[in-house]
């Protein structure tokens, strides 16, 4: 997969963003998207996409870590909480707007300030559908959404997207989908992200993740990466178990590396999810068939979920848990567990 346009370039904002915008190509969004995933990255060791992608996304992994953190909210409903609200005319003017600087307005305080935001988001999607179009703006703005600490915010940029590639939550959009994952070009990596959202919304969630589990097991890296992606963004529990495996499995690091950032940072799991996996994940720490790379990825994984450093010591790691597992998390342990 040559001729992409270098990542930098989009960032930088300048003539190769119009020159895309004009083209709508697809390959815009592939480096596009490698900018958000690289910015999400949890080591510092490599990154993987294809062609001139490659070593843009390499510089960003070296400066753009993932800060530890305990769990994420597992909030995903577009619902609004006491928070700063837009002002009465902040409100006014964007009433005004047309359909697509309203997405993008909204899009853009649900980043800042989530609360009414949200609200007015969650109102007008249904108006906006065949009214937006998947702009560069639009597109910059969802990737910036989904690296939110908030998962409101990561759910209103799924939902914002769909709804700008005219994905309705039908059976239909999932063929349109299907068609071009086995149409093999260009346009199978964003379907295989965006096959993952869908399901996260409800659609044809058991396909999507049949597809998805499918086409994480292809011959081709660059397919299995975009799996994983869908994977992650699908967010059940049986999507969490495949990621396991292929943190523990996949022959190339950058698809490790994308499916340990699944389970801890990216996509749409929720905090208690990810706390399921800990039991797993000191497993794999003491599997000493697992290369050092791929523990250092087990390592990292679990101090992003739980907020505790213990590096590779799985001895410390299983005694820290101890002290910090509970019942109820017992009573949902993954293996076992499969789609309905």
């Given at each position: 997969m040559a001729n992409y346009t270098s990542p930098a370039k989009v960032v930088a904002g300048t003539t190769a963003t119009a020159q895309l915008r004009a083209t709508e190509n697809?390959?815009?969004?592939?480096?596009?998207?490698?900018?958000?995933?690289?910015?999400?990255?949890?080591?510092?060791?490599?990154g993987f996409l294809a062609g001139q992608c490659q070593d843009v996304v390499k510089n960003w992994l070296k400066t753009h870590g993932v800060a530890a953190r305990a769990t994420e909210h597992p909030a995903t409903a577009l619902v609004s909480t006491a928070q700063p609200r837009p002002t009465d005319s902040d409100l006014e003017a964007i009433s005004h707007m047309a359909p697509q600087q309203?997405?993008?307005?909204?899009?853009?305080?649900?980043?800042?300030?989530?609360?009414?935001?949200?609200?007015?988001?969650?109102?007008?999607?249904?108006?906006?559908?065949?009214?937006?179009?998947?702009?560069?703006?639009?597109?910059?703005?969802?990737?910036?959404?989904?690296?939110?600490?908030?998962?409101?915010?990561?759910?209103?940029?799924?939902?914002?997207?769909?709804?700008?590639?005219?994905?309705?939550?039908?059976?239909?959009?999932?063929?349109?989908?299907?068609?071009?994952?086995?149409?093999?070009?260009?346009?199978?990596?964003?379907?295989?992200?965006?096959?993952?959202?869908?399901?996260?919304?409800?659609v044809e969630p058991a396909e999507a993740f049949r597809t998805l589990k499918l086409y994480a097991c292809s011959r081709n890296q660059a397919v299995r990466f975009w799996a994983v992606e869908g994977l992650a963004m699908l967010g059940t529990d049986a999507a969490m178990e495949v990621l396991l495996d292929i943190l523990a499995h996949d022959?190339?690091?950058?698809?490790?590396?994308?499916?340990a950032n699944g389970l801890s940072k990216s996509g749409l799991l929720t905090g208690e999810q990810r706390l399921r996996a800990v039991p797993e994940l000191l497993n794999l720490l003491d599997d000493d068939s697992l290369d050092g790379?791929?523990?250092?990825?087990?390592?990292?994984?679990?101090?992003?979920?739980?907020?505790?450093?213990?590096?590779?010591?799985?001895?410390?790691?299983?005694?820290?848990?101890?002290?910090?597992?509970?019942?109820?998390?017992?009573?949902?342990?993954?293996?076992?567990?499969?789609?309905?």
């Open positions: 697809p390959r815009r969004w592939y480096c596009y998207l490698a900018v958000f995933l690289a910015a999400a990255v949890l080591s510092t060791e490599t309203q997405a993008e307005r909204l899009l853009e305080l649900a980043i800042e300030r989530p609360d009414l935001s949200l609200s007015l988001i969650r109102r007008n999607l249904a108006s906006w559908r065949g009214h937006l179009a998947d702009s560069d703006r639009l597109f910059r703005l969802v990737l910036a959404a989904l690296n939110s600490d908030d998962p409101r915010v990561r759910v209103a940029a799924v939902e914002i997207d769909l709804t700008a590639n005219n994905l309705a939550p039908a059976r239909a959009s999932v063929r349109k989908l299907m068609r071009e994952i086995e149409g093999g070009t260009d346009e199978r990596f964003m379907a295989l992200w965006r096959l993952g959202s869908l399901g996260n919304r409800g022959p190339a690091l950058e698809v490790r590396q994308r499916a790379a791929t523990q250092n990825l087990v390592a990292t994984t679990l101090q992003s979920i739980t907020g505790a450093s213990f590096g590779k010591d799985a001895g410390a790691w299983r005694d820290w848990w101890a002290h910090h597992d509970s019942p109820e998390k017992h009573a949902s342990r993954l293996p076992g567990h499969s789609l309905a």
